[in-house]
C-alpha cells in the first residue's frame, strides 16, 4: 500500500473511477503545478473496487460542470488545517455550455459561425445529453 | 397565450393551445371572407434555404388570404445567404422589415437558432430530416374535421416509419390525446426508433407493429400512409416479400371502415394507387386545404390579431 501524507490546506478528489484520475489531471493542469500534488492510482475502494484519488496542497479554481461530466461520482474535498471543512458531492450538470461539440454532420452548428453548443441532460441515470438544436443524443461517457 | 411565441418542435404548444389554434381555423373555414383583412399591413417573410414549393406556397396562400403581404426567398443563392451571412445576423436583419418569418432550412436546429435571436415569432417550416410541426398542424385538424374529434382513435401508420419526421411527430402529438391506439405496419427495417418506442413504453400508449396491412386494415379510424423506398431494405428478398404489402389499392379499402380516413404528407409515389382517389375515405388532397388553413390560424394567432 502507497502511504501519501494528509495535507494542510487544500483539495482532495475522491472517489473517481479507476482510470478516469489522469484525465482530471490533465484537465486541471496539475502536470505544471509548482505546488505539492499526487495522483493515487487504482487504490482499493469499498464503494468502487477500485478508485484514483488526485491530492492537491493548494487551493485552485475548478469548474465543477466539467468534473461533473468527466465523472458525476467524485467527491470534492476541501481541506484546512488538515479537516475536511466541505464536501462536495458532484452530479451530472443539467445544462452543458461550449464543452460537448455536435459531431451531427447535418447539426447547425456544423454551418453556422461563431455559435455556442449547449447540451441539456435528457436521462441522468444513462448520461444522456441532447444538442439543444438537432436533438442528437450524446452519453457524458463519451465526453 | 400564443402571441409573440415561436413554433419549432410540434410539441411546443400545450394541447389547449392546439386546441384554441383549431377553433380559430374552423372559424376560418366557415367564413373565410370575415378573416381577410384581418392581417391587413403585416408582413410575412418567407426564408426558405431550400425548396419546397407546397409548404412555401402553402404559407404564403396562408398569409395572403389573411390580408398580409409576404416577402422572403426561395432559394438561398439568390439572397445574401451566398455571401456568407451567418442565420443569427440574417434573422435579426429581416426582424426589422417582417412581423412573422416561417424558415425551411436543410439544417436540423436552424429555426431554434433563429428564433434565438429574436421576438418575431419564427415558425418552423422543416429542418432537415428533424421536425416539422405545422405538418403535424395539418394532420390534427384533417383528423379534427373529418372525424370530430382527436382521442379514442385507432390510428394506423404504414410504410417507412422510421426515416418519415412526420410520423415521429403525429404520433407523439397523438398520444397526448385520452385513448389512441396506434398500430404500427412497416417492414421490420424501417420500424419506428428506439427513442420513440421508448416514448410509447413510458407514456403507457397503447401501440403494436406488425408487417403487413392486410392484417389490421379493418381496424383502422385513420390510415396516414408513407413511401417505402426500394434503397432503405436490406435485402432484395424482403422487399420482393412485402412491397405489395405497402401499396394501398381498391381491394384493401374493401376492407376498411366506412369511416376511416386515409392521409398521406405528400408528395406520393406509388403508395397510394391513383384509383383510390376516387374513394370518399381519401383525404390526401384535401388534407392539403387544411394545411393552409391551419397555418392562417397559427399566423394569426402568434402575430396575436385573432379578437
Redesign the interface.
Known sequence: MVTVNAIKKGIVIDHIKAGYGIKIFKYLGLENADFTVALIMNAPSNKLGKKDIIKIENAIDMDYIVLGLIDPNLTINIIEEEVIKEKIKLKLPERVEDIIKCK?P??????????IHVFYLVDEYSGEYK?????E?YFHSEV | MLKGRHLIDPMDFSVEELTQIFDFADKIISNPQKYSDLCKGKILATLFYEPSTRTRFSFEAAMLRLGGQVIGFSEPNSSSVAKGESIADTIRTIACYADITVIRHPKEGAPKLASMYTDMPVINAGDGGHQHPTQTLTDLLTIRSKLGKLKGLTIGLCGDLKFGRTVHSLIKAMSRYENNQFVLISPKELQIPDYLRKYLVENKIDFKEVERLEEVIDKLDILYMTRVQRERFFNEEDYIRLKDSYILDIEKMKQAKEKMIVLHPLPRVNEISIEVDKDPRAYYFEQAKFGMYVRMALIAKLLGVDE
Not at chain 1, 447535418?106 to 455559435?115: A, P, Q, W
Not at chain 1, 444538442?131 to 436533438?135: A, M, N, T, W
Open positions: 451531427n447535418r447539426c447547425v452548428t456544423s454551418i453556422e459561425r461563431d455559435i444538442c439543444q438544436f438537432c436533438d443524443i
